[in-house]
């Protein structure tokens, strides 16, 4: 399946739910890759933080490479680097599928956004949480996905915060009608609700995922809420 017509299933599914493998058992990753694609699950979100646009590092290239290798899932990959122009065609061979860049590392991101649409991914781009959304508007409709942090990008397992949804209704006007809005940090069975409601179409969820028994159980549970708390919205 191509960039659009996973924008498309994404679109038909109204919820779907991205693991963050920065809360898995990096030492057993393959396991953990298995059990989510049995869980039904069909995107993972990598995180790729380089100490410098946040303070922590995390994975590159070479374990993106090494995922795509035992995996069918969809590689949704969260650059948070500096000059993140500089390595999007490294982790597109690498096997990235969706790739989005941070509008506090490229402020002005066309380029960088249609250069990941050349190479057959998915662009996405990111606003920090902290971040004013007007930075990111007049952008919005060059993205194929919307990504809003609810926390201070750079590590997992942070309290989600809800003055993000505004960013996200913000951008929900803004963007084309046929962009994804992710929301990355914080999202749980207490929370994702909330983010529906706001418009999410996309979740990212790293603690609440890995942290619990039965990860399909768990991302089927995350999806209804947030289908619940949607098609309640609808209805008012
Ligand atoms: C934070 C990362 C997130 C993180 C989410 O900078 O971008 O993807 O893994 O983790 P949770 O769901 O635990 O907040
Ligand atoms: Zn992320």
């Known amino acids: 399946m191509n960039g659009e017509n996973w924008i498309n299933e994404v679109l038909r599914e109204r919820a779907t739910i991205?693991?963050?493998?920065?809360a898995s058992d990096f030492a057993n990753l393959e396991r953990e890759l298995h059990k989510l694609e049995e869980g039904?699950?069909?995107?993972?979100?990598?995180d790729v933080m380089d100490g410098r646009?946040?303070?922590?590092?995390?994975?590159?290239?070479?374990?993106v490479?090494?995922?795509?290798?035992v995996t069918t899932l969809k590689l949704d990959v969260h650059l948070m680097i500096v000059e993140p122009e500089r390595y999007i065609e490294a982790f597109r061979n690498a096997g990235a599928d969706f790739i989005s860049i941070h509008i506090e590392a490229s402020p002005c991101p066309t380029a960088a956004l249609n250069r990941i649409r050349e190479l057959g991914a998915v662009p996405g781009?990111?606003?920090?949480?902290?971040?004013?959304?007007?930075?990111?508007?007049?952008?919005?409709?060059?993205?194929?996905?919307?990504?809003?942090?609810?926390?201070?990008?750079?590590?997992?397992?942070?309290?989600f915060h809800y003055d993000a949804l505004e960013?996200?209704?913000?951008?929900?006007?803004?963007?084309?009608?046929?962009?994804?809005?992710?929301i990355d940090g914080g999202i749980d069975v207490n929370t994702i609700?909330?983010?529906?409601?706001?418009?999410?179409?996309?979740?990212?969820?790293?603690?609440?995922?890995f942290h619990s028994q039965d990860y399909g159980?768990?991302?089927?549970?995350?999806?209804?809420?947030?289908?619940?708390?949607?098609?309640?919205k609808r209805a008012v």
């Open 18 to 22: 991205a693991p963050s493998l920065l």
């Open 40 to 46: 039904g699950v069909k995107v993972a979100h990598i």
């Open 53 to 63: 646009l946040v303070p922590n590092i995390s994975v590159g290239v070479p374990v």
């Open 65 to 69: 490479s090494s995922i795509r290798k």
């Open 125 to 159: 781009l990111v606003l920090n949480y902290g971040t004013p959304v007007e930075k990111i508007l007049p952008f919005a409709h060059e993205a194929d996905i919307l990504l809003v942090m609810s926390v201070p990008a750079g590590f997992g397992g942070q309290k």
């Open 167 to 182: 960013s996200v209704r913000a951008l929900r006007k803004a963007a084309r009608p046929d962009a994804l809005i992710e």
């Open 193 to 209: 609700g909330a983010a529906a409601e706001a418009g999410v179409n996309l979740f990212v969820a790293g603690t609440s995922v």
């Open 217 to 232: 159980a768990q991302v089927s549970l995350l999806r209804k809420i947030a289908l619940d708390a949607a098609s309640k």
